[in-house]
């Protein structure tokens, strides 16, 4: 599945993807005949649109303030607020082995480079990797899923935002690229802190192994927001196998936006199995995962309330995977 949006700058649908040159953008408010022009908020940088993988980590490997763009659905608004100044952009738009959906017998495969609209628009995806798309639906607005890229959203590490929240429940991989080669990490050590991943300054995403699971499996995703398409409060994830009895074989479950990373709670879990996630189970499970959250306080939310919210949401997308499994 090929995504067939136009690059940011320069080509549109079917157009030669040749890379451009180093392009310096000196964007500064500048000043004609007494008449104040409008000026670009993100700090001067210089950009190159790459024209395959191995270019594009050629380029990173070159230039040590580099930062990859894609969708720029997170990039680009920190940019214009200058959290962050990259001296040098990495187009990698145009990069069309970065963009698939490559189901397999126990996962599913997907280049970082994929929107996540197309994802979500994805009927045998969605068969096969229910939380994903659930997950999908609480990412910000439509317009926002039709730029945004999975890989992006992975790589900006938001401890708040849905698709790391959904890869560290699943334990996702993630398949990094250097020019010196590849290496593979777990979720739970891709994410090192807020906004923050193991991913070195010379690497990109290239793809992101999603285990599936096999049987009579139910998943759920919900989260607290002030506004619909805001950052989560607390957000949280679930996915149950259970057998012909209604018994339960495996689970997994996670909470966003009460620690540096997203969470999930393994240990907690697998005490669930071999029950039949009564409620008293599934509360004991929300209960426990929920003080071993650490949220911080803020002006929509204190330390307290974030914490009850992480219970509750937490017993919640349990209970609705277990219906969803039945």
Partial sequence: ?????????????????????????????????????????????????????????????????????????????????????????????????????????????????????????????????????????????AQTRNRGTVGGSLAHADPSAELPLAAQVLGAKMVLRSSKGSRTLEAGKFFSGPMATAMRADECLQEIHWPAWNGRTGSAFTEIAIRHGDFAMVAACAQVSVDADGRCTRAAFGLGGVAGTPLAFPKIAARLAGTKLEDAAIDAAAAGAAAETDPGSDLHATREYRRHLARVLAGRALREARERAS
């Fill in 1 to 141: 599945m090929i995504d067939e949006n136009p690059a940011l700058v320069g080509a549109g649908k079917g157009a030669h993807a040749a890379p451009l040159p180093c392009v310096s953008f000196r964007l500064l408010a500048s000043f004609h005949s007494g008449t104040h022009a409008p000026a670009v908020k993100s700090a001067p940088f210089e950009y190159a649109r790459a024209g395959s993988l191995a270019e594009a980590c050629e380029l990173l490997a070159r230039h040590g303030d580099a930062k990859l763009i894609a969708g720029g659905q997170s990039l680009v608004p920190m940019m214009a607020m200058r959290l962050v100044r990259p001296a040098f952009l990495v187009d990698i738009n145009e990069i069309a082995a970065l963009k698939f959906v490559k189901p397999e017998k126990d996962s599913v495969r997907i280049g970082a480079c994929t929107r996540q609209c197309t994802l979500e628009r994805d009927e045998a995806l969605a068969a096969k990797l229910p939380l994903l798309r659930q997950a999908l639906a609480w990412v910000g607005h």
